[in-house]
């Protein structure tokens, strides 16, 4: 055997072998996200240690974010109208904490869609893929059971045209049934049975 030991994430098995392998439960299998902490003047393109962990997670089959953490403490301390002027002193776009999180659902496949009422939003984490029901049972399993349709408005039709109503008005809201695969930002309204 020759050259660096390969970490199981990136292993091959056959079909046969799929279940077995599975039932090992291997940490190393499950998919990684390096992230390197660097100082604030590299926070927006990285340095030479963080390109080395970058390069690490590359040959390892995983993907990488550098941060810088002072930065993210300070930010913490904030309020939103400081945050943006004090990331644009930085050259920063958007926040360390924003990339590590989209990065981590995008690495788990993960998304999110919105429900939204009189009294509050919610944001709930799905499967990229899921269709409407499942994305239902995840508020309830009785929605799955006894899902109905989806009244379903695009993120961005909600935000431009000033919610529900708007987006109504403007044509915008559509039924979605059984088969619809969720998108990630879509606010629903889900109808069922019970």
Do not use: C
């Not at 799929?18 to 390096?34: H, V």
């Not at 590359?58 to 930065?71: L, N, P």
């Not at 990229?128 to 995840?138: E, F, H, I, L, M």
């Not at 000033?162 to 979605?176: F, Y």
Request: no cysteine.
């Amino acid at each position: 055997m020759s050259g660096a030991p390969v970490p199981p994430r990136k292993a091959v098995v056959s079909a046969e072998d799929d279940k077995a392998w599975r039932m090992l439960q291997l940490l190393t299998s499950k998919p990684a996200l390096y992230v390197s902490n660097v100082d604030e003047a590299s926070a927006a393109a990285g340095n030479e240690l963080s390109g080395q962990v970058a390069e690490r997670a590359k040959r390892d089959g995983a993907d990488h974010v550098a941060i810088s953490a002072q930065i993210e403490s300070e930010i913490a301390m904030l309020d939103a109208a400081e945050r943006g002027e004090f990331l644009e002193t930085l050259g920063l776009a958007e926040p360390g904490l924003n990339k590590l999180i989209r990065e981590a659902y995008h690495l788990l496949g993960l998304q999110t869609y919105f429900t939204v009422g009189p009294k509050e939003a919610r944001a709930w984490t799905i499967h990229k893929g899921d269709t409407a029901p499942q994305a239902a049972g995840v508020i309830h399993t009785d929605f799955e059971k006894g899902f109905i349709r989806a009244e379903t408005i695009a993120y961005d039709d909600y935000v431009t045209l000033n919610g529900e109503a708007g987006a109504r008005d403007a044509g915008k809201l559509r039924l979605e049934g059984k088969d619809y695969a969720v998108k990630d930002g879509d606010v629903f309204h889900f109808r069922f049975n019970v």
